[in-house]
């Protein structure tokens, strides 16, 4: 039985999560005198990876904790902390969750 060849010029394996940022673009006070934040959350994958699939945010101060798709910028309260992370297609994710204190 031969060896099998080689493989070049195929996609290496991608085991490396990729990278959250996440920041108040604004800080505002809202109707009812309530202090709000707008959140902004970018996501990269490592060059040669499988890409970004999606981009998930929480905050456990909701009465519902689950991560929720991440569609655009966020407009929350400014209280607690919130969490967000990427999951890229190979389904690697953040080690750790990207968090954000929205009361400062």
């Known amino acids: 039985m031969a060896a099998r060849p080689a493989e070049t010029g195929a996609a290496a394996a991608d085991d490396t999560p990729p990278t959250t940022t996440a920041a108040a673009a604004e800080r505002y006070v809202g109707p009812g005198g309530v202090n709000r934040a ?8 490592e060059a040669g990876g499988s890409g970004v699939d999606r981009i998930e945010w929480l905050q456990p101060s909701d009465a519902d904790v689950r991560f929720r798709p991440y569609t655009g910028a966020l407009d929350l309260p400014a209280t607690g902390t ?8 190979e389904g690697n994710a953040d080690p750790a969750y990207y968090g954000v204190d929205l009361g400062s």
């Open 82 to 89: 919130l969490y967000v992370r990427t999951v890229d297609r």
């Open 38 to 45: 707008r959140i902004t959350v970018t996501a990269a994958d």
